[in-house]
């Protein structure tokens, strides 16, 4: 079945950058996320990539997709206390965002000063 | 952007009683809810997929007599948690999606959950 794994601790620096890991394990995956959630809140979608991409930066992020190693990872530039949260990459097999989509059990990022 | 709320945020119930938890979308209507739930340091894990007007399709090991759901408007669905036990306790949380735009892929929005505990 489908699987998504991430590590579930990471500690940086303020200031450092963050580099988020995930792997996934269906090849038919279409689309992969990174979700934000900060505590007790509900999710917001970070950014998304689509499976014939390598590489997507948006402002301070950056996903780099491996297809061949089904390696997913999510790079915060400057890291910031506001980062604080957990991450969660997903993936979903469809075509459309009223397909299913399955989570990784999250990376909690701390910040340290 | 698109909204959705949650209601209540939060609810403390007594064992063997039912909970409605509400998933409105504000400003758009969705075609497709989605419910999952989060026990406290793990993922988030789809309990069913809701479509308007239709009966909600249930994930494999969720007991649609426990957890029913039902999609009555193109901007609200309903969780109900029917008899409700201590192990049921947990954050719910919907999303919703309104495109019928195949490559909208960013238009599944969350609600902020519900945290239900049951004593």
């Known amino acids: 079945g489908e699987d998504v794994e991430q590590s579930l601790f990471l500690s940086v620096r303020e200031g450092d950058s963050s580099v988020i890991n995930c792997t996934y394990t269906d090849s038919s995956s279409t689309y992969l996320y990174w979700y934000k959630q900060e505590p007790g809140a509900g999710l917001q979608l970070l950014t998304y990539?689509?499976?014939?991409?390598d590489m997507k930066q948006d402002q301070r992020l950056t996903v780099l997709l491996n297809k061949k190693d089904k390696h997913l990872s999510l790079r915060i530039a400057d890291t910031q206390t506001g980062d604080s949260a957990i991450y969660f990459c997903a993936e979903g097999s469809g075509y459309s965002s009223a397909s299913k989509i399955i989570f990784g059990s999250g990376t909690r990022l701390s910040i340290r000063p | 952007g698109a909204v959705v709320s949650q209601h209540p945020s939060r609810v403390i119930c007594k064992s063997g009683t039912s909970v409605k938890i509400e998933c409105r979308s504000l400003d758009f209507q969705a075609t497709t809810m989605f419910w999952y739930r989060q026990f406290p340091k793990q993922s988030l894990m789809l309990m069913a997929t809701?479509?308007?007007?239709?009966?909600?399709?249930?994930e494999q090991g969720v007991e649609k007599d426990k957890f029913l759901i039902n999609h009555a408007s193109l901007t609200l669905s309903t969780l109900t948690v029917t008899s409700a036990h201590p192990e049921d306790s947990s954050f719910y949380i919907c999303?919703?999606?309104?495109?019928?735009?195949?490559?909208?892929?960013?238009?599944?929005?969350f609600g902020p959950g519900t945290r239900l505990t049951v004593l």
């Open positions: 999303s919703a999606t309104l495109s019928t735009n195949p490559w909208d892929t960013d238009t599944q929005y």
């Open positions: 809701s479509n308007e007007g239709s009966k909600a399709t249930y």
């Open positions: 990539i689509f499976s014939n991409m």
